[in-house]
């Protein structure tokens, strides 16, 4: 749980204390300091958050809500001051959460953050009236385990979703059944396609996949989450639903240590 000191820091020492903690991927105005201001992306993630967060924050006043993948806390943050009863944050990352605990400490929101990865969100114990899982699926090697996991263990109603897309905007319309030899659709712009990376993508080898417009609201979909709307192309704010037939999440065993 964050600890908020009771006397708070000086600019200096929070100038100090960012340059410390960093680099910082989240650009964050803590004292009027930004934590990274020559982010490539620009002021990120401020300037995605403003064509979609105003929709997200309209449902989040008195209600529970995880963060997956928080980094340095930026949608922790902007939740617990939309009105959030609870907080929690999760990250596999120890650099990106002292990032955030430190955060909220300067901002003086109590926000709980938990070193977890998402394939691990079951541990956590709870169902969450709202999941916020943005910007993080096309760093997973194994997406749609993920989107059983959260739907099997922490959603309880709302799941607001963001990811890289790349490939054609369109979403074609698909058949609920194929012949086998039919293979026309899978050339189509606006199927549903998940496109692998092997290497790396923008100097970053942990970007996996970058799904198509179409192949993220498909994923959706399977995972058992019901669109309601998209504010912004890259984001789909959907409700818990009951999961298609044979879907699920399934829990490879590790063997013997």
């Known amino acids: 749980m964050t600890t908020v000191e009771t006397a708070p820091r000086s600019r200096e020492e929070i100038a100090r204390r960012i340059a410390e903690l960093g680099p910082w991927f989240h650009n964050l105005e803590l004292a009027g300091i930004k934590t990274a201001p020559d982010h490539f992306l620009g002021d990120y993630p401020a300037i995605k958050a403003r064509t979609f967060w105003d929709d997200v924050a309209a449902r989040l006043p008195g209600r529970s809500v995880l963060d997956i993948g928080c980094n340095a806390g930026f949608y922790a943050i902007a939740a617990k001051r939309a009105g959030a009863s609870r907080v929690v944050g999760i990250d596999a990352d120890p650099d990106y959460l002292a990032q955030a605990r430190f955060a909220a400490e300067v901002c003086e929101l109590d926000i709980d953050y938990q070193q977890l990865s998402v394939y691990d969100v079951g541990a956590l114990g709870e169902r969450f009236d709202v999941v ?126």
């Open 132 to 257: 916020l899982f943005l910007g993080v699926l096309y760093h997973l090697r194994h997406p749609l385990l993920a989107l059983d996991l959260i739907h099997e263990h922490v959603a309880q109603d709302l799941l607001v979703y963001q990811s890289m897309q790349r490939g054609s905007p369109h979403v074609a319309e698909v058949a609920s059944d194929y012949d086998f030899w039919e293979a026309e659709h899978f050339e189509e712009p606006g199927y549903p396609k998940l496109h692998f990376i092997e290497h790396s993508y923008s100097g970053d080898p942990t970007n996996w996949w970058a799904p198509n417009r179409a192949c993220s609201k498909a994923m959706l979909r399977s995972a058992g989450f019901a669109i309601l709307a998209n504010p912004e192309e890259e984001v789909f704010i959907c409700q818990r639903v009951a999961a298609p037939e044979g879907a699920g999440a399934v829990y490879p065993s590790r063997g013997h240590e």
